[in-house]
Every structure is written in C-alpha cells, then in structure tokens.
C-alpha cells in the first residue's frame, strides 16, 4: 500500500475521533422542560415590568439604567434587570445552563449570566461585559469582540466535583472551581450593574433558554 495514502487514511482517521470526542456541551445531559412560570423577572421595584423588559418572537430583551433602582426597596445592591430560573435550584449533581444571548454597545460592567449561590459569597460564577469582552467577574478574560452578535452560552456546574465550566458557541472557554456548596444554587441571566466602571445603559437578550442536569 502506497504510505502517502495510509498516511492520509490515518490522518483522516485522527481527525475524525477528534471532532467526536470534542462533542457538544449538552452531550449526556438530560433536558428539563421549562414553562413561562420558570421565568421570574427582577427588575427595578419602582418600574413596570414593560418599562425594563419585553418579550417578543422568541426574544428576551433585558435593559437597566445606572440610575435605576434595585429590585427590592429593601435591597442596597446595584440595578438589574434579570431572568432568575424558579422551580430547578439544586444542591447536587451536574446542572447545566444554555441560552443563546446578544449584547448591543455601549453594554459595559454589566453581569450578563451567573450562578447564583455559593459557601462565602453571593454566587457561584459571574460572567460580564467589559468594553465588549467576556470577563469571570472583573478578572479573567473569557472571550472578547462579544458586542452586536448572537452567541451560544453553555455554563456547566458539577456540584460533587465543585467545578464550573464556559462554553461560548460550543467551544470549551473557561473553567474555574466553583465557591463552595450552598443549599440554594439556581441560574440567572440578563443584566445586573457592577460594582463600579458601568455604562449609563446595559442590555442583554436572551432567546432559546434551556437547562439540562445529568
């Protein structure tokens, strides 16, 4: 057999158990059917609901003002306007968040989707929007040029192995340990102000919001 043809035919071999052991994120997951009762909105307490959030044609579009206020008259923390998942916060397991998400300019310091609950702290894994990059909080750079474009977010928990992995259009991003178990994690996203270094206007939208668990 001539060897630039085998060397060919195992080349083509190679690259094809690559490409499957790469496979998809939701790859042995198991999808959990969501009602619109799953969707709870938190917005600025003194607004509308329709003055920071409509839902048309399959989209979630999600916008806040730094001057808002918080979601409760309560609350000191920093406007939002988010998606929060009700009926599948968990404790264990491997639980998965996918949604295919759009952040116009001039978006910036602004919290895109995280895990919310965790040992020492409020959430598990924050994702946000800096000058159009994807950032792990304020720090670790995850993705960049994320501006005026539809993107695939999968974010994958694995509570036992205390694990939290970023895939953005199917490719692995980031993967960090999480924060330590708590007794209430759930799935957020949308768009919540950062401590400081904010724009004036901050959206994000949403369509195809799934979770999966494995």
Known sequence: MNFSYCYALLFVVFVGLLNFSCGDPTDGFTNIPLTEANFDIQHPYNLPLAD???????????????????????????????VRIRGYDYTSGVWQ?????????PTSGATIAQIHGAAHDSSTI??????????????????TN???????????????????????????????????PSDDFYFKCGVYAAPKDISHYMESRWRDIKIYKK
Request: hydrophobic residues 25%; glycine residues 10%; charged residues 30%.
């Open 97 to 105: 968040f996918e949604g295919y998400g759009y952040v116009p300019q």
């Open 146 to 180: 994320m501006y005026d474009r539809w993107f695939r977010l999968n974010i994958i928990h694995d509570v036992e192995g205390g694990k939290v992995t970023v895939f953005i259009d199917g490719v692995q991003k980031f993967e960090t340990n999480d924060r330590g």
């Open 52 to 82: 920071r959030y409509s839902y048309e044609n399959g989209v979630r579009r999600l916008w806040v003002y730094s001057t808002d206020k918080p979601h409760s008259p309560n609350s000191r923390t920093q406007p939002r306007t988010e």
């Open 126 to 143: 924050i994702l946000r929007i800096y000058d159009g990059d994807m950032r792990y909080y304020s720090g670790d750079l995850i993705e």
